[in-house]
């Protein structure tokens, strides 16, 4: 993640309770890990800053079989989480943050053995659609199965991320799927900004919530201080036992 802004700014975080209350979130459609990656497919998960990956899909990489190849595409090294801040140079960021990663995908039980992880070290918090299209298409192959964030999350990196990953999946004939990540924060059961009838649930069971929580925590620069990006209130409503994942 990075500074929060657009819709982020100034909302308050949806209780973690009220999303668990929710009857429609029960009774979203299912998709299975089966359908989201046929086997033979491959997953490339496009992240916009180092921890998205996780926030994102990490029940999803969390559950691959041991050997799975896969794309990791690191939009931004994350630099910009801490605008002006002394002890979080955006020096420091980009080293701690790519480390942080590393050892997150490693609590997720992910073998990177088998991964490529390109770095593209766009500005954080000045993604362009158009940029990340231009080096996306070199990376992505007819028949993969794209990951990204969504193209309203509400925070401009995320939705550059999720438009480019459209339009490069619609060209060369790969799958995508875009997933909600900051938008847990602002919306709320039921919202007519979140386009329901796309969303497809994931399910996932205490042994990958626990993986995906234990990679979170591999955050600490996103963690740290008395205002942290990652607050309390968020976390607990993006370690849900699901994810969703918009057609
Ligand atoms: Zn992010």
Same mark, same amino acid.
């Given at each position: 993640?990075? +500074?929060?802004?657009?819709?982020?700014?100034?909302?308050?975080?949806?209780?973690?309770?009220?999303?668990?209350?929710?009857?429609?979130?029960?009774?979203?459609?299912?998709?299975?890990?089966? +359908?989201?990656?046929?086997?033979?497919?491959?997953?490339?998960?496009?992240?916009?800053?180092?921890?998205?990956?996780?926030?994102?899909?990490?029940?999803? !990489?969390?559950?691959?079989?041991?050997?799975?190849?896969?794309?990791?595409?690191?939009?931004?090294?994350?630099?910009?989480?801490?605008?002006?801040?002394?002890?979080?140079?955006?020096?420091?960021?980009?080293?701690?943050?790519?480390?942080?990663?590393?050892?997150?995908?490693?609590? !997720?039980?992910?073998?990177?053995?088998?991964?490529?992880?390109?770095?593209?070290?766009?500005?954080?918090?000045?993604?362009?659609?158009? +940029?990340?299209?231009?080096?996306?298409?070199?990376?992505?192959?007819?028949?993969?199965?794209?990951?990204?964030?969504?193209?309203?999350?509400?925070?401009?990196?995320?939705?550059?991320?999720? !438009?480019?990953?459209?339009?490069?999946?619609?060209?060369?004939?790969?799958?995508?799927?875009?997933?909600?990540?900051?938008?847990?924060?602002?919306?709320?059961?039921?919202?007519?900004?979140?386009?329901?009838?796309?969303?497809?649930?994931?399910?996932?069971?205490?042994?990958?919530?626990?993986?995906?929580?234990?990679?979170? +925590?591999?955050?600490?620069?996103?963690?740290?201080?008395?205002?942290?990006?990652?607050?309390?209130?968020?976390?607990?409503?993006?370690?849900?036992?699901?994810?969703?994942?918009?057609?």
């Amino acid at each position: 993640m990075s +500074q929060t802004q657009n819709l982020i700014a100034g909302s308050r975080c949806t209780p973690a309770s009220v999303w668990r209350g929710s009857a429609q979130l029960e009774r979203l459609p299912r998709i299975s890990r089966e +359908q989201l990656l046929p086997p033979g497919r491959r997953l490339v998960v496009v992240a916009p800053h180092p921890d998205d990956e996780v926030l994102a899909c990490g029940g999803l !990489l969390a559950g691959l079989p041991v050997g799975a190849e896969g794309l990791l595409v690191s939009v931004t090294d994350g630099e910009g989480s801490h605008p002006g801040s002394p002890r979080w140079t955006p020096e420091r960021l980009r080293r701690t943050r790519e480390e942080e990663s590393r050892s997150a995908l490693a609590r !997720l039980g992910l073998d990177l053995a088998g991964w490529e992880w390109p770095r593209l070290r766009l500005p954080d918090s000045g993604v362009s659609a158009a +940029q990340l299209v231009d080096r996306l298409r070199e990376l992505i192959r007819p028949g993969d199965r794209l990951v990204s964030t969504w193209r309203h999350d509400g925070h401009r990196d995320h939705e550059q991320a999720g !438009l480019a990953c459209a339009q490069v999946a619609a060209e060369c004939g790969a799958r995508h799927f875009e997933t909600p990540v900051w938008a847990w924060h602002w919306a709320l059961p039921g919202d007519p900004r979140i386009p329901w009838a796309r969303a497809r649930r994931l399910d996932l069971d205490d042994d990958l919530v626990e993986r995906k929580r234990a990679a979170i +925590q591999a955050h600490a620069s996103q963690l740290d201080g008395p205002k942290p990006v990652l607050g309390a209130g968020l976390l607990e409503t993006l370690l849900q036992p699901f994810e969703v994942y918009l057609l």
